[in-house]
Structures are given as C-alpha cells and as structure tokens.
Nanobody, 124 residues
Framework: QVQLVESGGGSVQAGGSLRLSCAASGLWYGRYCMAWFRQAPGKEREKVAAIDSDGITWYTDSVKGRFTISKDNAKNTLSLQMNDLKPEDTAMYYC??????????????????WGQGTQVTVSS
C-alpha cells in the first residue's frame, strides 16, 4: 500500500522560501516518478515539478530557477525547495507518485497515488 504524507507548508511573504517534504511508503519496489502538483481555488490541478526514476527533473515554466525538486531514495522522501515565492504560488500543494520507468506522466489523472496536500500561502 502506497502512502504519501506532505509537510512543510505555511504562510510567507513574497520573496520568502519554504521547503515541502513528502514521506513515501510502499514504493520500495519498481521504478516510479514522483511529482509535486498544486491547485489554487477555482483552478485546475497543475504539475509543478517532477523527478523520474533516473533522477531527471522537469519544471513548469513559472517556477524554473526558483523551485528545486529532489528525492532521497534511502529515506523515501521527496522534497520541493521553493525560493523567491510569489503570491501566484499560493495553492494547495500535493505530492504524487506513479509507477513509471525512466519517464513521468503528464497529467494528474495519470498519477494513482496522492498525499493529502499542504497549503502554501504567499502574501504580497
């Protein structure tokens, strides 16, 4: 059984930083992609960053140069370092996982495993 538990959200002023963490269990077998999505009120869930089983990363354009995704395979932990936060980064952030070898699915419907989410609020 796969379980994902996020932590690290909070409220910061624009320009500040936060680090999100996702503790994963049940992913000890196979190869998988892990990703961070976010969803703001009234908007669709958006993939923010992803890292595949080979460690290759992907970022949506709006966070490139500001966010860094990483994973610690020994600790089964996924992280998202968010710097220079902007009010438009305000959203609920979700950790997601999908079994995939050497690639990552595109949309949220392709990720079967999700955490409960952690709120990030950036004030101007």
């Amino acid at each position: 059984q796969v379980q994902l538990v996020e932590s690290g959200g909070g409220s910061v002023q624009a320009g500040g930083s936060l680090r999100l963490s996702c503790a994963a269990s049940g992913l000890w077998y196979g190869r998988y992609c892990m990703a961070w999505f976010r969803q703001a009120p009234g908007k669709e869930r958006e993939k923010v960053a992803a890292i595949d089983s080979d460690g290759i990363t992907w970022y949506t354009d709006s966070v490139k140069g500001r966010f860094t995704i990483s994973k610690d395979n020994a600790k089964n932990t996924l992280s998202l370092q968010m710097n220079d936060l902007k009010p438009e980064d305000t959203a609920m952030y979700y950790c997601a996982a999908a079994f995939a070898a050497g690639w990552c699915p595109n949309g949220p419907n392709d990720f079967p495993f999700w955490g409960q989410g952690t709120q990030v609020t950036v004030s101007s």
